[in-house]
């Protein structure tokens, strides 16, 4: 069975920076294209940001582009998004996901974790 688990999550000021971590277990995280979703306290869930197996194809959403950074360790089996310039609009439940191949922006993911909270005041 497939696992996802999230941390680093947190409560931060406006323009401080996080890296989240996504640990996945039970699969072959090698093959999956990873992503990270977000989903507010009034809003539906969105696409972050993507990465493909290799690590060679990055997608991101238009809000967080050139603030997030995401990134891959098959080694470790572990998917990261770095976030600088954090925003108050950025507070959100942040969840990794996991596909066996494909699009990366796309909500067709097989494996979602539970998510980490992450908290930005203005």
């Known amino acids: 069975q497939v696992q996802l688990v999230e941390s680093g999550g947190g409560l931060v000021q406006a323009g401080a920076s996080l890296r989240l971590s996504c640990a996945v277990s039970g699969g072959s995280f090698a093959n999956y294209v990873m992503g990270w979703f977000r989903q507010g306290p009034l809003s539906e869930r969105e696409f972050v940001t993507g990465?493909?197996?290799?690590?060679?194809?990055?997608a991101y959403a238009p809000s967080v582009k050139g603030r997030f950074t995401i990134s891959r360790d098959n080694a470790k089996n572990t998917v990261y998004l770095q976030m600088n310039s954090l925003k108050h609009e950025d507070t959100a439940v942040y969840f990794c996901?996991?596909?066996?191949?494909?699009?990366?922006?796309?909500?067709?993911?097989?494996?979602w974790g539970q998510g980490t909270q992450v908290t930005v005041s203005s």
């Open positions: 996901a996991a596909r066996r191949g494909g699009a990366l922006e796309t909500f067709d993911y097989d494996y």
């Open positions: 990465i493909s197996w290799s690590g060679m194809r990055t």
